[in-house]
């Protein structure tokens, strides 16, 4: 194990063990050079590294700090390389989107505090199903702060809204927190999504951040539970 990756795997633990809190300011740079005898630059790599776990979010000028998620540790990790939308996911197959809600509101108090904005700030309402060769599998119910994410258009939400914010606003996408669970669709969901009584689905709530730590997206997806999987990395 090289050095900047035992001083991130120590700071990782320190993090589980509830030695930083959410919130919590972690050692600056210099101070860790000092304490393990290193250089600047190998501390830097490895908050980059927590960075890239999600565990930490960096603020220019005042260091970096522990992630948090509804006031907990994190605990679920999406590494940043497999972060992906699902236009990105399925690009080699044929995608079809359907938008059935496209409006501008003011968050619920849930959204508002997922997302670190107030209450009278306006986030766009988005539904959408999401089809794999013709066939439905996820039907999507997302918001996003308006001054984070301005711009988004009917044309962006038909193709991908991951491609938009990375190309067009030129932002980057870093990490995402996701809880799975299984559940049973509405009757609206199982017209939208054709499926059979007595066939659960898998819900994906997800809160995803920027590399600045920002939270730009909460979302519940509702998927086929025929037509998905997911795939995750465990990070001790």
Do not use: W
């Not at 490895?46 to 220019?60: E, N, S």
């Not at 991908?160 to 809880?179: D, T």
């Amino acid at each position: 194990m090289l050095k900047y990756q035992k001083i991130a795997e120590e700071l990782r633990q320190a993090i589980r063990r509830g030695e930083y809190l959410p919130g919590d300011k972690i050692p600056l740079e210099k101070d860790m050079g000092k304490r393990y005898g290193v250089c600047r630059l190998t501390v830097k790599r490895a908050v980059d590294l927590l960075v890239k776990q999600g565990l930490v979010a960096k603020r220019r000028g005042a260091g970096a700090f522990v992630k948090s998620l509804d006031g907990q540790a994190v605990k679920e990790l999406s590494m940043a390389h497999q972060f992906s939308g699902f236009a990105e996911t399925y690009r080699a197959q044929k995608i079809h989107t359907e938008c059935l809600r496209f409006e501008i509101i003011n968050p619920s108090v849930e959204v508002a505090a997922r997302l670190k904005i107030d209450e009278e700030d306006f986030v766009y309402d988005i539904i959408r199903v999401r089809y794999l060769n013709d066939e439905p599998v996820v039907i999507e119910y997302t918001k996003m702060p308006i001054q984070l994410i301005p711009g988004i258009s009917i044309e962006v939400l038909l193709d991908s809204i991951y491609a938009y914010i990375e190309g067009a606003l030129k932002l980057n996408i870093q990490s995402a927190h996701r809880i799975v669970r299984a559940g049973m669709p509405t009757p609206l969901e199982s017209g939208y999504l054709r499926i059979e009584d007595g066939m659960p689905i898998l819900e994906v709530e997800q809160t995803a951040f920027l590399d600045d730590g920002r939270p730009f997206e909460y979302s519940i997806s509702r998927h086929r539970a025929d037509k998905s999987a997911f795939k995750a990395v465990s990070v001790r």
